[in-house]
T-cell receptor, first 114, second 116 residues
Framework: AQKVTQAQTEISVVEKEDVTLDCVYETRDTTYYLFWYKQPPSGELVFLIRRNSFDEQNEISGRYSWNFQKSTSSFNFTITASQVVDSAVYFCALSDDNDYKLSFGAGTTVTVRA | NAGVMQNPRHLVRRRGQEARLRCSPVKGHSHVYWYRQLPEEGLKFMVYLQKENIIDESGMPKERFSAEFPKEGPSILRIQQVVRGDSAAYFC??????????????FGQGTRLTVV
């Protein structure tokens, strides 16, 4: 069975601080896909990244970076130099190769204070 | 270049009434997925449909909930005799086919159902 754990419920930082969101997953499959989504206060889900299990290279996109470590089953997300607009709920999700369903973590609420 | 369109964005229903949530997938997408987000929780899969077929409804409550995706028109998630526990955000996603190699399923903006 799949499971995604986001242990941090809420994180509050001051603007320009870095913030790292933890995501730990469980799956029996060797092929799987990991995702991060952002849900701003307006409520929509914004896709941020998809990573397959065979690609452990870390990725950077602007102020966002992701650290995928298969050895610890983690797919952590870092926002560098946070801004107020980064305030949102961030979800980590997992899907197996043979399953179309996404399993979501409970989400981490990030509040960036000016 | 319209994405997944859900309407209404907000829906208020009294206990016992019916709620109908609509989802128009991205043009050309024939696969639709519904998810529910209860307050303070992540999204949970409900149902997966292709045109005129329910492929997987393992996440749907057995009673009062139904979904359809007709040949023409949007996908509909129907909740009969709503109760307060149905209050949640309901998200729809679509994809052209099921293939984990495609980028991601595109999510709509959600419908927030409030049962009073």
């Amino acid at each position: 069975a799949q499971k995604v754990t986001q242990a941090q419920t809420e994180i509050s930082v001051v603007e320009k601080e870095d913030v790292t969101l933890d995501c730990v997953y469980e799956t029996r499959d060797t092929t799987y896909y990991l995702f991060w989504y952002k849900q701003p206060p307006s409520g929509e889900l914004v896709f941020l990244i998809r990573r397959n299990s065979f690609d452990e290279q870390n990725e950077i996109s602007g102020r966002y970076s992701w650290n995928f470590q298969k050895s610890t089953s983690s797919f952590n997300f870092t926002i560098t130099a946070s801004q107020v607009v980064d305030s949102a709920v961030y979800f980590c999700a997992l899907s197996d190769d043979n399953d179309y369903k996404l399993s979501f973590g409970a989400g981490t609420t990030v509040t960036v204070r000016a | 270049n319209a994405g997944v369109m859900q309407n209404p964005r907000h829906l208020v229903r009294r206990r016992g009434q019916e709620a109908r949530l609509r989802c128009s997938p991205v043009k050309g997408h024939s696969h639709v997925y519904w998810y529910r987000q209860l307050p303070e929780e992540g999204l949970k899969f409900m149902v997966y449909l292709q045109k005129e077929n329910i492929i997987d409804e393992s996440g749907m409550p057995k009673e009062r909930f139904s979904a359809e995706f007709p040949k023409e028109g949007p996908s509909i998630l129907r909740i009969q005799q709503v109760v307060r526990g149905d209050s949640a955000a309901y998200f729809c996603a679509s994809s052209p086919r099921w293939d984990p190699e495609i980028t991601e399923a595109f999510f709509g903006q959600g419908t927030r159902l409030t049962v009073v």
